[in-house]
């Protein structure tokens, strides 16, 4: 997020500064939920990896 804080002052277009904000925003908001290390620390599953093996399988078991 510091390294975005600066990109408020390069020219950018009405419609990707809005993005910008939101993404700062969203980010800001979320940070306690992205404690990483201490949920690698309690075997916890990170990414999407397994959700996106979920689908997978269930694409695989009920195709359409």
């Not at 950018?12 to 925003?25: C, P, Q, Y």
């Not at 990483?36 to 996106?52: C, E, H, Q, V």
């Amino acid at each position: 997020l510091e390294e975005c804080s600066h990109c408020h002052s390069l020219i950018l277009s009405a419609g990707l500064k809005t993005k910008l904000n939101a993404a700062i925003t969203y980010f800001k908001n979320q940070k306690h939920r992205m404690s990483y290390t201490r949920y690698r620390a309690m075997n916890l599953p990170i990414g999407l990896g397994i959700a996106k093996r979920r689908i997978e399988i269930q694409n695989l078991l009920h195709p359409c």
